[in-house]
């Protein structure tokens, strides 16, 4: 069973910046793609940013690239979300997901689905005032 746990959410002004941290057990997790989604009230939860076991490559929504930044530090079992030049509709509880089924060696395949993923953090809650 794998626990994942997000920290680093919070209320900030819009243009702001925030760094979200999800710590996992485990001792495979330099082999999980790992992602970032968020779900803002009334919506679906929807894809932010996921990078591969390695944090060679990154994928991003076209709604956070450039603003957004996830990385990882395999010796901490932890993956970040840095979040630049935050907006109101930013606004949202963001989740952190572990995909430990085995995953295509492919560098050009992300993961972006919510069905792609199997296990899940608890959520933070971020809100960006205007």
């Known amino acids: 069973q794998v626990q994942l746990a997000e920290s680093g959410g919070g209320l900030v002004q819009a243009g702001g910046s925030l760094r979200l941290s999800c710590t996992a057990s485990?001792?495979?997790?330099?082999?999980?793609?790992m992602g970032w989604f968020r779900q803002a009230p009334g919506k679906e939860r929807e894809f932010v940013a996921t990078?591969?076991?390695?944090?060679?490559?990154?994928y991003y929504s076209d709604s956070v690239k450039g603003r957004f930044t996830i990385s990882r530090d395999n010796a901490k079992n932890t993956v970040y979300l840095q979040m630049n030049s935050l907006k109101p509709e930013d606004t949202a509880v963001y989740y952190c997901?572990?995909?430990?089924?085995?995953?295509?060696?492919?560098?050009?395949?992300?993961?972006?689905?919510?069905?792609?993923?199997?296990?899940w953090g608890q959520g933070t809650q971020v809100t960006v005032s205007s």
């Open positions: 997901a572990a995909r430990t089924r085995l995953s295509s060696g492919s560098i050009t395949v992300y993961y972006t689905g919510v069905s792609d993923y199997d296990y």
């Open positions: 990078i591969r076991g390695s944090g060679a490559t990154t």
């Open positions: 485990g001792r495979t997790f330099s082999t999980w793609p």
